[in-house]
């Protein structure tokens, strides 16, 4: 018998019963919805997560925060680290202290003020909103927020009274900041004050709450500072962070592995994402799990109707047997009937469950917000439920093979029918 | 063409534990050449219908051997004797046994669908036979849309439709009035003088095996006169 014949002698059983057949697609339905959309859930939380935690966080920074043997990461160490694959660059911070300072003219403000070396920054991706890298020992890169906060003492007192003040608006480039330091011993405080010239304005930072006040020296500038505010302690041993920057998320995996393989203490971003991959794998595992029972439960349904099916049929099973219908056709028509009600059943189901996870997307939010009666929730872009082409294939895999398993029995039962009896029935 | 040779069987009844045995077949031996049709006849319960059973297939004898176009059709299994009725057996039934949700002309078809005859193929195939068995008229009825008549001549053409060489009937005028019962014999003769088909009938009703060119008769399961010929 030809497929195409095969499919037609289907059809037309499944038109006989309308009815029972619609039943049981919308319980095959039902029962794969509930699981795509349940699993989504899963799906959705861990996307929100990890792009959160993307977003947030440089992916491609590798923080070294020591030796596992207590000694300092020297520019050695440093130097090694930048030959490794798939580096792209190596930078040593360290926050500046003692500033008591920073002006503009006649402005004051206050900025994270850290040592660095800006070569390596802008191959570890610092980009500029304006201006360019500086040249020279003097010349800084200022943070993109850092002008709202230098204000005229005229300005700082209107802010007391609750009035933001914006700051300082126009271009900074070109500027001159000074910034005065303090001796942080007791005898001798008196302060002295650096120039710098401002030749370069960082990128706003990613996310609209997070705020870049930073104020990047040349590192050339972290022997002399020490030496002023505090001459008792050597240079080596002050507090440096070391970061490294991958050329990729791919990277940054083997980069940490193998700075662990050398002794560093390293953070990145990786080591969280499997903590919570891993959580999340365990959480859809549980999903999935309580989604197919529903798709089980829905299978007694096919159960039923196919063995209702067979039933009905046993008589004109007889009859084809008896004309020559090899009993393996019979086993695979009606087979095939139970996949067919399992492939309808979940192709409408993923179309609803994409109805249903956007709808969620929308409404949860939304009734959440007026809940709360808080703005500020759609910004903040949170996925509750996402279906990723994975869990179709998951939870079609599982439907359609469900039905079959329960079509199995009711389709063998056709193939053991015995003629004679069958031709006995009445009509 | 077909050989049945000291053909047994018993079926026991009853509930497990206690079962009776009831011989049905004893011994039968019964010879067929091509071309011919042959009756058996016996009262109600003398074991045509079971010996029919056997010569088809669906049941498998106690003992005994039976031949069919040299192939011993005892030893095939289920599988390989569907796919030999398939290709050499039509079978006409007492209630027609036709499928209730396809019409006429798609009962017909059935054979040649399970041979996977390609469909333009099928279309000029059954035409030809509607027209023989005179059903043109009635050819996209349902079954539950024919006369009873017109049912059988329904299942003679599924019967025939993918050539068979031996064409089995158990009671095929069982449940048609005498009128109709002549036309449909008629329409046998026909066939097997044009196509050569050879008929197996059954029957307890005399007028129809007089048609056959050789009649068994059959009585609690053994032949009588040892199979001896009853030449019509
Ligand atoms: N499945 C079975 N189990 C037990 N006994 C059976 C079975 N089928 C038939 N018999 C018995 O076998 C005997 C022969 O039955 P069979 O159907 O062959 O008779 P028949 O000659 O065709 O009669 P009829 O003319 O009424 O159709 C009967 O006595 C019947 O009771
Ligand atoms: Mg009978």
Known sequence: ?427 | MIHIQDVTHTFSIGKKGKEKRVPVLKNVSIDINKGEIVSIVGKSGSGKSTLLHVLAGFMKPESGSIKVLNQETAKLSESEHAEFRLNNFGFIFQNFQLMPGLTAFENIELPLKLKGVPKSERRVNVEALIQKVGLSAVADHYPNELSGGQQQRVSIARALVSNPPIILADEPTGSLDSETENEILILIQSLNKSLGITFVIITHDDEVANIAHRKYRLHDGALVNGGALHVV
């Open chain 1, 1 to 427: 018998m030809s497929f195409k014949d095969q499919l037609d002698f289907i059809r037309q059983h499944l038109k006989k019963n309308k009815l029972r057949v619609f039943m049981t697609v919308l319980a095959a339905t039902m029962g794969c919805a509930f699981l795509i959309v349940l699993a989504s859930v899963g799906f959705g939380l861990h996307k929100t997560l990890t792009d959160e935690m993307l977003d947030t966080q440089l992916i491609n920074e590798v923080q070294i925060y020591g030796k596992e043997d207590q000694s300092p990461v020297t520019a050695d160490d440093q130097q090694k680290m930048r030959e490794m694959e798939n580096v792209n660059a190596v930078v040593s911070r360290s926050y500046l202290e003692g500033v008591t300072s920073i002006t503009m003219d006649d402005r004051t403000g206050y900025g994270d003020v850290q040592l660095t070396n800006l070569e390596e920054e802008e191959k570890a991706n610092l980009a500029l909103s304006e201006g360019t890298m500086p040249t020279k020992p003097n010349e800084i890169v200022i943070g993109y927020h850092f002008a709202q906060n230098l204000l005229t003492e005229a300005e700082m007192n209107a802010q007391s009274d609750e009035e933001v003040s914006t700051g300082f608006t126009t271009s900074m480039i070109g500027k001159e900041i000074s910034i005065e330091l303090t001796p942080l011993n007791e005898e001798n405080n008196e302060p002295k004050t650096w120039d710098f010239v401002v030749t370069g304005v960082a990128k706003a930072p990613s996310k609209d709450w997070m705020t870049d006040q930073r104020v990047l020296i040349d590192e050339s500038y972290r022997t002399e500072f020490q030496l002023f505010t505090q001459p008792d302690v050597p240079v080596e041993e002050s507090y440096i962070s070391v970061y490294v920057y991958a050329d990729g998320l791919q990277s940054v995996k083997g980069i940490t592995e193998s700075l662990k393989a050398e002794g560093y203490h390293v953070y990145s971003v990786t080591e969280e994402m499997e903590t919570m991959d891993l959580f999340f794998t365990v959480l859809k595992a549980g999903l999935l799990f309580v989604g197919t029972i529903a798709v089980l439960i829905s299978s007694i349904g096919i159960f039923n109707t196919m063995t209702m099916a067979v039933t009905e049929r046993t008589r004109e099973i007889g009859v084809m047997k008896a004309i020559g219908a090899n009993p393996k056709l019979i086993q695979r028509l009606f087979l095939m009937e139970s996949i067919w009600i399992g492939v309808i059943g979940t192709a409408i189901a993923v179309a609803l469950s994409y109805a249903i996870s956007y709808l969620a997307n929308w409404l949860i939010p939304l009734i959440v917000m007026n809940i709360m009666e808080e703005d500020g929730m759609e910004d903040m872009g949170i996925t509750i439920s996402s279906i990723p082409w994975q869990l179709v294939v998951i939870a079609s895999v599982i439907s359609i093979g469900v039905a079959m398993v329960s079509g199995w029995r009711p389709a063998r039962k056709a193939t053991k029918i015995d003629v004679i009896q069958a031709l006995r029935q009445e009509l």
